[in-house]
């Protein structure tokens, strides 16, 4: 079963307007985060924003918030006000607790996003 | 502060070549990895250094793939013989034990094309 799922390979937005972008995951572990990851065409992956298991409140980070509903286990990323420059590939990541002890990260297929003028 | 290093940026070889790709994580970082991209695919972890341990290499076809941090700074991850399917890009990504969020941080990757 796929532990992290984006639903949508593929989003258009227009210039300013605001964007969601969907993640969904499986864990049982009570003890994870989630991460998004911004892929411009050069292909270095960005971090942008994280949210822990037990944060209480959403994560946000200047444009970038995140959606975190544990009960659905989502935690959709919202854009806003979408510039030409966030036109890119968007990664979401869960990171458990691996039998280590160490951290492991899993990540999604990705959704890639185009800023419309 | 320097960033994630990677080098080549770019490789293309023949299949049944070999290859190797170097990283230097961010000074400090104990944690370092190496992720294979396939295109049109997220990154899938080949293997976890903690220090100069390995701490997860089970995705890693030991067959071909092997990595080595020696003195637990730099890394370098081969591939002998390569196949068509190795072309990807292959990411290194560090992060620092205690961090806030602990989050990694990836180089600018090495792209490999088997030919």
């Known amino acids: 079963a796929q532990k992290i799922t984006q639903t949508q390979p593929g989003m258009f937005v227009q210039e300013k307007e605001a964007v969601t972008l969907d993640c969904t995951y499986d864990?049982?572990?009570?003890?994870?985060?989630l991460f998004w990851y911004k892929q411009p065409s050069s292909g270095e992956m960005i971090f942008l924003i994280y949210q822990g298991s037990y944060d209480q409140q959403n994560a946000t980070e200047g444009r970038y918030s995140l959606n975190f509903q544990k009960a659905r286990k989502s935690a959709n990323l919202v854009i806003s006000a979408s510039q030409l420059g966030d036109s890119a590939m968007y990664f979401c990541a869960m990171r458990e607790v691996a039998t280590s002890g160490t951290y492991k990260y899993i990540f999604g297929t990705g959704t890639r996003l185009k800023v419309l003028a | 502060e320097a960033g994630v290093a990677q080098s080549p940026r770019y490789k293309i070889i023949e299949k049944r070549q070999s290859v190797a790709f170097w990283c230097n994580p961010i000074?400090?970082?104990?944690?370092l990895y190496w992720y294979q991209q396939i295109l049109g695919q997220g990154p899938k972890l080949l293997i976890q250094f903690q220090n100069n341990g390995v701490v997860d290499d089970s995705q890693l076809p030991k067959d071909r793939f092997s990595a080595e941090r020696l003195k637990g700074v730099d890394s370098t991850l081969k591939i002998q013989p390569a196949k068509l399917e190795d072309s990807a890009v292959y990411l290194c990504?560090?992060?620092?034990?205690?961090?806030?969020?602990?989050?990694?941080?990836f180089g600018p990757g090495t792209r490999l094309l088997v030919l």
């Open positions: 990504a560090s992060s620092l034990v205690g961090a806030r969020w602990e989050t990694q941080y």
């Open positions: 864990t049982s572990d009570p003890s994870y985060g």
């Open positions: 000074s400090g970082h104990a944690t």
